[in-house]
């Protein structure tokens, strides 16, 4: 008895759990489009800054490595001009001492120490003094990749290297003036 | 707290290394300071080029901010990603190769004097040496200090360490002399700052680095007072004619947080191994996203631009001064050579009464290191005011 009254009417209890669990579906498949709608727009907007950051590095990157490609040409070419000068003096040097021992006034050649000789013609004070071209070429060299202007690089050279012209020097790093 | 109540507790707890100016500092923007009075000052020393790109910069500001609420610290035994990619930027701007981070100018000297200690052993050079020019300051910890002729001789702090000697500042042929197959390497300033900027001349650096190519010694570039844009390129050795194997780096690095950097080109890049150095608190994510918002502000060659013509201005602004001698520098590192007869700290003194704070490196010289984004008319006012002092004690 107790039981039978307790119970409520089963068409409306079946009809109301129905319409919430509608309402309650409803509901969600608004919330997982809502998610789903998220999550999408996040992923497109992720996507397109990483893409923009990847862009952005690589700009970067290839500008790093101009200036670092920049700077090692200008070394390679300083080392091959050092070089060359390094040969011409062993040149002179050794054709010196032939003519000395063909005149039997010289010693048994000795070999030199390596570093006696490296970069003896840069080396040379009265060289030095005014700078070498090799470290003109790399100082124009650095100045352009870190971002001086041709007038600021030419008033460097002229100062610091008493070079009157430098124009060969700045075509050959910044290409021939307009 | 009035000056005077903090001048009270800094006499009695503050170990007595510094002579102050009597100025309370409480606020800065860009290239102005405000005292506790509410005094506003030009700041043409920007914390001895610390405050580069002015003080309290937004960008640098919003980092630290950002970061510190993130995560302060972790020490390096765990990957952090600012120091990685500071490393990446400070290295790709400058030699290539590989960074090791401290948390000031000297322990960057203390990496740079271990990597060539270490690199002379592996040329089998058992007392290494390093070559160093008077004048030169390298810092006050003991290897930097050993390094630093005017500091060194000091009997009261010795014994220097072993392994350090000096020749004069631009002395090419002495330092020639100096160099040989025990040296480990040459170390110097590309333009001496605590000396009164005094750069060190192209011949002298072209003599150091042939000597170093000569004797397979390093050459390392002190850049810590000149790197960072202050002399109108991002690092001072780009105007010169050398590319040293080695630089360090602090002071304006961190915009005002503390930090600095080692950095080695590939020949002593990979010199150091685990074990061989090491610091807890070095390259830090704060300071270090400190750090890359300093390289953001400062890394654009319009402010690099403006840096090389300021200083230009300056520079002639200065030089048509009465009562000033000689005008030093590059960019805005500037050092004013004062005539016989005018007190340099006097001048230093009279120009903090009127509002501009500059730094007094002698006696007869101003350092001036005004942040790098000070405008003309800030330029226009300085060169004012210290003509203005110059002429009274010109006069006097």
Redesign the interface.
């Known amino acids: 008895m107790r039981r039978e009254k307790s119970q409520p009417n089963p068409r409306p209890l079946v009809t109301s759990a129905a319409e919430r669990i509608g309402a309650i579906v409803e509901a969600a498949e608004r919330a997982a489009e809502s998610v789903i709608d998220d999550a999408e727009a996040q992923a497109r907007t992720y996507l397109e800054e990483s893409r923009a950051e990847a862009d952005r590095e690589a700009a970067e990157r290839r500008s790093t490595q101009a200036g670092l490609i920049a700077s090692l040409l200008a070394e390679a070419e300083a080392l091959r001009e050092q070089a060359g000068q390094m040969v011409e003096s062993l040149r002179r040097a050794e054709d010196e001492l032939a003519g000395k021992r063909r005149s039997g006034d010289a010693p048994e050649p000795r070999p030199e120490p390596a570093r006696a000789s490296h970069l003896a013609a840069v080396a040379d004070p009265d060289e030095t003094r005014g700078g070498s071209l090799a470290g003109a070429r790399l100082l124009a060299t650095q100045m352009a990749v870190s971002g001086s202007s041709r007038e600021e690089i030419e008033q460097r050279l002229k100062s610091g290297f008493e070079i009157d012209d430098p124009a060969a020097i700045l075509d050959a790093i910044l290409g021939p003036e307009d | 707290m009035s000056l005077a109540e903090t001048q009270t507790l800094e006499q009695r707890y503050l170990m007595r290394t510094y002579k102050r100016a009597p100025v309370d500092f409480v606020r800065g923007e860009g290239a102005r300071l405000w005292d506790a009075d509410g005094k506003e000052y030009l700041d043409f020393l920007a914390g001895i080029s610390v405050c580069s790109i002015g003080h309290c910069h937004p960008a640098v500001l919003a980092a630290v901010r950002e970061q510190a609420g993130e995560l302060m610290h972790v020490s390096n035994l765990f990957y952090t990603e600012p120091m990685a990619r500071l490393a990446q930027r400070l290295a790709?701007?400058s030699l290539?190769g590989r960074v090791f981070f401290a948390n000031s100018g000297t322990e960057a000297n203390e990496c740079a004097i271990k990597i060539a200690r270490k690199h002379a052993h592996g040329r089998g050079v058992s007392e290494p040496e390093i070559v160093s020019f008077e004048g030169d300051f390298h810092g006050r910890t003991y290897g930097s200090l050993s390094a630093t002729p005017c500091l060194a001789g000091n009997p009261a702090l010795g014994p220097m360490l072993p392994g350090f000697r000096s020749v004069p500042h631009n002395d090419?042929?002495a330092l020639?002399e100096a160099v040989g197959?025990g040296t480990a390497a040459v170390l110097i300033e590309p333009i001496q700052g605590e000396a009164g900027i005094r750069p060190t001349t192209?011949?002298a650096l072209?003599?150091a680095r042939?000597?170093c190519?000569?004797?397979?010694a390093l050459l390392i570039l002190d850049e810590i007072q000149t790197g960072i844009g202050r002399t109108?390129?991002?690092?001072a050795?780009?105007?010169?004619?050398?590319?040293p194997d080695v630089i360090t780096s602090a002071k304006a690095l961190g915009g005002g947080m503390p930090i600095g950097a080692c950095i080695a080109g590939p020949a002593a890049a990979d010199v150091l191994e685990p074990g061989d150095h090491g610091s807890t608190f070095a390259g830090g994510p704060v300071a270090t996203a400190a750090a890359l918002a300093v390289l953001d502000v400062v890394d654009d060659?319009a402010l690099?631009?403006g840096v090389?013509e300021r200083g230009e201005e300056l520079r002639r602004g200065l030089a048509a001064l009465e009562g000033v001698r000689e005008v030093r520098g590059r960019g805005l590192m500037v050092g004013v050579g004062l005539e016989d007869g005018i007190d340099a700290a006097t001048v230093g003194a009279d120009l903090l009464e009127r509002g501009l704070v500059v730094n007094v490196p002698g006696p007869d010289t101003l350092r001036l290191l005004p942040p790098l984004v000070v405008d003309d008319s800030q330029i226009e006012r300085a060169v004012g005011l210290i003509g203005e002092s110059l002429l009274v004690f010109s006069a006097a």
């Open positions: 790709d701007s290539g090419a042929a020639r197959e192209d011949e072209l003599a042939q000597a190519d000569e004797s397979g109108g390129s991002l690092w050795y780009q105007q010169t004619p050398v590319r060659p690099l631009r090389r």
